[in-house]
Antibody, heavy 129, light 102 residues
Framework: QVQLVESGGGVVQPGGSLRLSCAASGFSFRLYGMDWVRQAPGKGLEWVAVISYDGTTTDYADSVKGRFTISTDTSNNTVYLQMNSLRAEDTAVYYC??????????????????????WGQGTTVTVSS | DIQMTQSPSTLSASVGDRVTITCRASQSISSWLAWYQQKPGKAPKLLIYRASSLESGVPSRFSGSGSGTEFTLTISSLQPDDFATYYCHFGTFGQGTKVEIK
């Protein structure tokens, strides 16, 4: 069945780094865009990043731009989120999600978004000294 | 960045009620809006995409409408399984609307 499984969460000190992984199965991974979305304890959802089906286009929330990097490895159907210079406010459950189409675009009036139809169970990141 | 504003933040309703949640975008996004349902401790679930298209498997009591900057999610007859938090999304998520039992 269609499934996303995140891993790599844990406790890290402020200023540290962590890499999250999301293993996809049950669908043609190379045809769809992939996103990361996070949720701080007791708070709402925050979209973090998106990568297009072919890996050529990425976009980030302003809160993580320059610190986080999204990437994919189509040889093992995995999407990654490299998180550097972590801050306390990055503490959250991180979800990966599959786009319904090959990409999403939220900027520059070139809008394109069909929603995220498959989600993982989430992995928890805690940034604390 | 485009900001998404949802209202109300909390809604108390009874089983069988018609419920409407509003989402406003800070500038026109045509129909590029999605709605999600989230229950405590669970991942979000896509309900509506392209403002009014019902995701496969989602009950027909859910509907979406709107375009440009004003959007609504309507639950025609609230069921016990519908008590949850709902989010609109385009780039940024709305703040969420918690639907509680009255």
């Amino acid at each position: 069945q269609v499934q996303l499984v995140e891993s790599g969460g844990g406790v890290v000190q402020p200023g540290g780094s962590l890499r999250l992984s999301c293993a996809a199965s049950g669908f043609s991974f190379r045809l769809y865009g992939m996103d990361w979305v996070r949720q701080a304890p007791g708070k709402g959802l925050e979209w973090v990043a998106v990568i297009s089906y072919d890996g050529t286009t990425t976009d980030y929330a302003d809160s993580v731009k320059g610190r986080f990097t999204i990437s994919t490895d189509t040889s093992n159907n995995t999407v990654y989120l490299q998180m550097n210079s972590l801050r306390a406010e990055d503490t959250a459950v991180y979800y990966c999600a599959k786009d319904r189409r090959g990409s999403s675009s939220f900027r520059n009036n070139r809008y394109y978004y069909y929603g995220m139809d498959v989600w993982g169970q989430g992995t928890t990141v805690t940034v604390s000294s | 960045d485009i900001q998404m504003t949802q209202s109300p933040s909390t809604l108390s309703a009874s089983v069988g009620d018609r419920v409407t949640i509003t989402c406003r975008a800070s500038q026109s996004i045509s129909s590029w809006l999605a709605w999600y349902q989230q229950k405590p401790g669970k991942a979000p679930k896509l309900l509506i995409y392209r403002a009014s298209s019902l995701e496969s498997g989602v009950p027909s009591r859910f509907s979406g409408s709107g375009s440009g900057t004003e959007f609504t999610l309507t639950i025609s007859s609230l069921q016990p399984d519908d008590f949850a938090t709902y989010y609109c999304h385009f780039g940024t998520f709305g703040q969420g609307t918690k639907v509680e039992i009255k």
